[in-house]
């Protein structure tokens, strides 16, 4: 599983990599989410832009990424293809994420 990190000025924004986050990648996204924010500071947006499926496994795995920040940093999810969208408003995890319809610019 590949994160892509940049800076902007809305904060670190993570890209995955990936056409799915299920339980064979939950693990390996975890692992890389943990590796891409450690040592930081601020906000994170997620852009599942590339990310076409989420399971019940991956949900766990971002809300699991969630609680690796808290409770000093926020997770905002970003670009939610219209399958993955779903998925966080049928759960009620769109009350618990902020997600945007883009990822932010560089900055």
Do not use: N, Y
Not at 46 to 67: W, Y
Request: glycine residues 8%.
């Amino acid at each position: 599983m590949r994160i892509d990190a940049r800076q902007s000025p809305a904060g670190t924004v993570l890209t995955v990599d990936a056409p799915r986050i299920d339980a064979a990648a939950a693990v390996a996204f975890k692992d890389a989410f943990r590796a891409c924010v450690a040592g930081g500071d601020g906000p994170v947006i997620l852009d599942l832009g590339r990310v076409e499926f989420v399971d019940s496994s991956g949900l766990g795995a971002v809300v699991s990424a969630m609680k690796m920040l808290a409770p000093r940093r926020r997770l905002d999810l970003a670009a939610l293809h219209p399958a993955v969208d779903r998925v966080f408003r049928l759960t009620r995890m769109d009350s618990v994420f902020a997600i945007h319809d883009r990822a932010p610019a560089d900055g």
